[in-house]
C-alpha cells in the first residue's frame, strides 16, 4: 500500500516571493513521483516528475523538486512566484506505471 | 505535444439518464486509460484503469454496474454513468498511456452535474 500526504492544505504568497509546497509518501516498494498543478476546471499540468537518477529534477515554469528517500518526501520549490502560479498543486505516487495516487492537493493563492 | 480530448467538457442531466463521457487520444495510441473522479475543492481519486480490448479493472467500492468503462480501440476509452443521482455529479478526468515511450497524459476533465 502506498500514501501521499500533502502538509499544507493552502499556502499564501507574495509575489516574487519563494514557495516550497512539502510532500511526504508512503510506500513497501520503490515508486515514481510527481507534481502536477490544476487550474480551475481544467485538467492536470505536468510540472515535473521523478523516476530515477538524480534527485533533483526540475521541472515547467521555473520549478524543481527534491527526491529524499530517507526522509519519503518530494517537496516542491519555486525561487520567485508570479500571479499566473496561483493554482491547485497535486503531489502524485505511482508504483504501478500510470496508476497515481495523489495527495490531498495544496491551494497556493499568490498575491501582489 | 500529445493531447487527451474529453467530450463533453459540461453536461448537465436529469436524475435516472445515463451520461456517456469520452476520452480520446489525438494524436497518439493508448493502450491504457485511467478513470479519476474529483469532487469539489478534493484530490482525485482512481476509479478504474481501462485496458484497449479487454474488461476495465475498477478500485475498490467503485461500482463496475454504475460506471461502465469501455475501450474499443487504441485512441478511445468512454465512461458511462449509468441511471445518474444528484451524488454522481463531480469532475471526471481521464488520462492515457502513450503506446511506446509510456508518457502519461491527462485529459481536461468532464464535469457531470446530476439534476
Known amino acids: 500500500a502506498q500514501s501521499v500526504t500533502q502538509l499544507d492544505s493552502q499556502v499564501p504568497v507574495f509575489e516574487e516571493a519563494p514557495v516550497e509546497l512539502r510532500c511526504n509518501y508512503s510506500?513497501?516498494?520503490?515508486?515514481?513521483l510527481f507534481w502536477y498543478v490544476q487550474y480551475p476546471n481544467q485538467g492536470l499540468q505536468l510540472l515535473l516528475k521523478?523516476?530515477?537518477?538524480?534527485?533533483l529534477v526540475k521541472g515547467i515554469n521555473g520549478f524543481e523538486a527534491e527526491f529524499n528517500k530517507s526522509q519519503t518526501s518530494f517537496h516542491l520549490r519555486k525561487p520567485s512566484v508570479h500571479i499566473s502560479d496561483t493554482a491547485e498543486y497535486f503531489c502524485?505516487?505511482?508504483?504501478?506505471?500510470?496508476?497515481?495516487?495523489f495527495g490531498a492537493g495544496t491551494q497556493v493563492v499568490v498575491t501582489p | 505535444g500529445a493531447v487527451v480530448s474529453q467530450h463533453p467538457s459540461r453536461v448537465i442531466c436529469k436524475s435516472g439518464t445515463s451520461v456517456k463521457i469520452e476520452c480520446r487520444s489525438l494524436?497518439?495510441?493508448?493502450?491504457?486509460m485511467f478513470w479519476y473522479r474529483q469532487f469539489p475543492k478534493k484530490s482525485l481519486m482512481l476509479m478504474a484503469t481501462?485496458?484497449?480490448?479487454?474488461?476495465?479493472?475498477?478500485e475498490q467500492g467503485v461500482e463496475k454496474d454504475k460506471f461502465l468503462i469501455n475501450h474499443a480501440s487504441l485512441t478511445l476509452s468512454t465512461l458511462t454513468v449509468t441511471s445518474a443521482h444528484p451524488e454522481d455529479s463531480s469532475f471526471y478526468i481521464c488520462?492515457?498511456?502513450?503506446?511506446?515511450?509510456?508518457?502519461?497524459?491527462f485529459g481536461e476533465g468532464s464535469r457531470l452535474t446530476v439534476l
Open positions: 488520462s492515457a498511456v502513450r503506446q511506446g515511450d509510456g508518457e502519461l497524459f
Open positions: 510506500s513497501s516498494v520503490s515508486v515514481y
Open positions: 521523478y523516476l530515477s537518477g538524480s534527485t
Open positions: 502524485a505516487v505511482s508504483n504501478s506505471w500510470g496508476k497515481l495516487q
Open positions: 494524436d497518439f495510441q493508448a493502450t491504457t
Open positions: 481501462s485496458n484497449e480490448g479487454s474488461k476495465a479493472t475498477y
